[in-house]
């Protein structure tokens, strides 16, 4: 059985920096492109960022680019997302995603659990 | 940036009714559209994809249908366990992912 497992959200003051990590397990994770996905309380999804199994594709929405990054490391089957100059509108349960593929950003297949950043005063 | 469009936000049903969720593109994304389920306090289980594939283990009741812009998503006999919020997905291939603004059944 496929299990992600987030960590690193919290509550974080604005213009700071945080780092989500997700780990994977029971899945060979090099066969898999990864995301990020989130969702602020009460609100719709918002695919955040992706990136292919040997990191040579990456992709962020309008809403984050220049200040999130994307990474991986297949060895530790985990993927991160580095996350600069963080705003209130930022505040969001934030769930690693697992792709169908790896090279391409495609349908996502499993969902970890998320973790919840909170980004105030 | 594509946008995709969902309507009706929301909508009332009954069990054993058939329901029908509507995603525009405001681009063509060809078939490289995703549908999936979320229920409250959940994560978003994913039913289809390419438009019309099922995911392993969803039930026939579900289906995907269109291409281009114009997609829709159909529940027939709708069970207890099918009230929740339906989100479709747009992919393209190069990591430029959207989703729309969702449709709760209830």
């Known amino acids: 059985e496929v299990q992600l497992v987030e960590s690193g959200g919290g509550l974080v003051q604005p213009g700071r920096s945080l780092t989500l990590s997700c780990e994977a397990s029971?899945?060979?994770?090099?066969?898999?492109?990864m995301h990020w996905v989130r969702q602020a309380p009460g609100k719709g999804l918002e695919w955040v960022s992706g990136?292919?199994?040997?990191?040579?594709?990456?992709g962020y929405a309008d809403s984050v680019k220049g200040r999130f990054t994307i990474s991986r490391d297949n060895a530790k089957n985990s993927v991160f997302l580095q996350m600069n100059s963080l705003r209130p509108e930022d505040t969001a349960f934030y769930y690693c995603?697992?792709?169908?593929?790896?090279?391409?950003?495609?349908?996502?297949?499993?969902w970890g659990q998320g973790t919840l950043v909170t980004v105030s005063s | 940036d594509i946008q995709l469009t969902q309507s009706p936000s929301a909508l009332s049903a009954s069990v054993g009714d058939t329901v029908s969720i509507a995603c525009r593109a405001s681009q063509n994304v060809d078939s490289w559209l995703a549908w999936y389920q979320q229920k409250p306090g959940k994560t978003p289980k994913l039913l289809i994809y390419?438009?019309?594939i099922l995911e392993s283990g969803v039930p026939s009741r579900f289906s995907g249908s269109g291409s281009k812009t114009d997609f829709t998503l159909t529940i027939k006999n709708l069970q207890p366990d099918d009230f929740a919020t339906y989100y479709c997905q747009q992919y393209d291939g190069y990591f430029q992912v959207s989703f729309g603004g969702g449709t709760k059944v209830e």
């Open positions: 029971g899945v060979t994770f090099e066969d898999h492109a």
């Open positions: 990136i292919s199994w040997n990191s040579g594709r990456t």
């Open positions: 390419k438009a019309s």
């Open positions: 995603g697992k792709d169908l593929v790896p090279a391409a950003a495609t349908a996502i297949q499993s």
